[in-house]
């Protein structure tokens, strides 16, 4: 990427903004207090193993979404956060109760850590992996806690804007490793992992939220990457926002939260639940909204490279096991119907050579 691409007026105002939440959990906490790998209470006889388990989900989460954020960020608007392709964090992104388990799992201490690396993306290419202490930022030593943190978001400014790129040094096994990283645009939505049982994804505008239940129903990164595109498709058509009398989440300057895959009244347990499940009807996310974010979302994941050509097979398997379908959503044959033809419709237009555009949304 050529660097006066990162020297746009719009997008430098943003730019310490955007390259502090990409820190990842490391940043700061979501606006919508879900559950998640840093906060969940553990009731593991090994809490160090289920941490690690829901490590490999944040890994996997971050390869999808990595690829629908960076493939798609023409049909996100004018705005864009870069992207490196991995995540850091610290012990102090733990809840207390946890940190002991945390140290022991991943050795984190108050220095930022790599703990996620998107497959694909410029950090893989580089060699960082998950467990890589940064150290350094633009010749500059980072400092531990709040400090560093602030150092990183100055640090990937500074880079970008004077050349296009950012220099890092990484440390693993105690030897030093410097890396020069350019970043690829991205849309400017995060993803987290929420700690629940039952399959569920949501948006609130800013970030998208995967059940760790849905991590495990979403058997190959396909199936993922439908649910994810939906959720995006929802973030993009600023469905949260819409409808200025609806009232905004607890803790949220988002706007509603929007995108249940699974009929609200099962929900996705504890906090997670209070978000995302104990809303009253006139907030939950209407039929329309749910057609857009199905239409949409196939594209987006098609744009990613994924197979869409059976993307109702994971609505059918919710819908067997969950009833999928509710007051606010499409009919479960009205939507398998949808998702065919545009399965279809994306075969036609791939074939014809013509872009992959969903209807109604132009590209920027």
Not at 143 to 167: D, I, M, W
Request: net charge neutral; aromatic share 6%; proline share 5%.
């Amino acid at each position: 990427m050529r660097a006066a691409d990162f020297r746009r007026g719009l997008f430098g105002r943003a730019l310490a903004a955007a390259a502090l939440a990409a820190l990842g959990a490391c940043a700061a906490r979501p606006d919508v207090p879900l559950e998640t790998i840093t906060s969940a209470p553990s009731t593991a006889t090994s809490p160090e193993e289920r941490l690690r388990g829901l490590l490999a989900d944040e890994q996997r989460l971050n390869d999808v979404f990595g690829r629908l954020a960076t493939s798609n960020v023409e049909l996100c608007g004018a705005q864009f956060v870069p992207s490196f392709g991995f995540r850091l964090w610290s012990i102090d992104d733990f809840e207390p109760a946890n940190r002991a388990a945390a140290g022991a799992a991943f050795g984190l201490t108050e220095r930022l850590q790599v703990y996620a690396v998107a497959a694909g993306q410029p950090a893989e290419a580089a060699g960082i992996a998950p467990g890589d202490v940064l150290t350094r930022i633009e010749g500059r030593a980072v400092e531990p806690g709040e400090a560093g943190r602030r150092q990183y978001s100055e640090g990937v400014t500074a880079g970008l804007l004077k050349r296009g790129r950012v220099s890092f040094t990484f440390e693993r096994d105690g030897k030093a490793r410097k890396v020069r990283l350019n970043a690829l645009k991205a849309c400017p939505y995060a993803v987290a992992l929420a700690i629940g049982e039952e399959p569920n994804a949501a948006t609130d505008g800013k970030t998208i939220f995967v059940s760790s239940g849905m991590m495990a129903f979403a058997r190959d990164d396909q199936d993922l990457a439908i649910v994810l595109g939906h959720e995006l498709a929802h973030a993009i058509r600023n469905h949260p926002m819409r409808g200025a009398s609806d009232a905004v989440p607890p803790r949220s300057t988002a706007g509603r939260v929007v995108g249940a895959v699974v009929d609200v009244a099962a929900g996705i347990g504890g906090a997670a639940y209070s978000v995302i499940g104990g809303m009253p009807q006139s907030r939950r996310n209407s039929i329309a909204f749910e057609k857009e974010a199905d239409y949409v979302g196939l594209y987006l994941a098609a744009r990613a490279g994924y197979d869409v050509s059976y993307a109702a097979r994971i609505w059918r398997r919710l819908d067997e096991k969950y009833g999928a379908s509710s007051s606010d959503h499409p009919t479960s044959d009205d939507r398998f119907e949808a998702m065919t033809a545009t399965s279809a419709e994306i075969a036609e237009k791939r074939a014809a050579g013509e872009p992959l555009v969903p209807a109604g949304l132009p590209s920027s």
